[in-house]
């Protein structure tokens, strides 16, 4: 499975970027992709998470401002950011993960806040 993520970069604060994660290979119909970000000397955290039922998760920091979703193929991930502000400034990695598999990781997009 390969993993690519787009739609980071310089961002005003109070900016709604969209970042964009395409997945292709061997995608299983039933799996769970993700967003991570990493502040720069920080460990790397969940963002939020989307089953390939739908079904969602988001870190409390994410709740109310960003949304994750899928398109109809199930093989693209978006992560809608809303409100930016310069702590959500991070390199935003994509997973890809299934039960009892290993979790793919996509190679990250900046996102930067600053005016």
């Known amino acids: 499975v390969q993993l690519q993520a787009s739609g980071g970069g310089l961002v005003q604060p109070g900016g709604s970027p969209r970042l964009s994660c395409a997945a292709s290979g061997s995608i299983d119909s039933i799996n769970v992709m993700g967003w991570y970000r990493q502040a720069q000397g920080k460990q790397r955290d969940l963002v939020a998470a989307i089953t390939s039922g739908g079904y969602t998760n988001y870190a409390a920091s994410a709740k109310g401002r960003f949304t994750i979703s899928r398109d109809n193929s199930k093989t693209i991930m978006y992560l809608q950011m809303n409100s930016l502000k310069p702590e959500d400034t991070a390199v935003y990695y994509c997973?890809?993960?299934?039960?009892?598999?290993?979790?793919?990781w996509g190679k990250g997009t900046q996102v930067t806040v600053s005016s």
């Open positions: 997973t890809y993960v299934v039960t009892g598999g290993p979790n793919y």
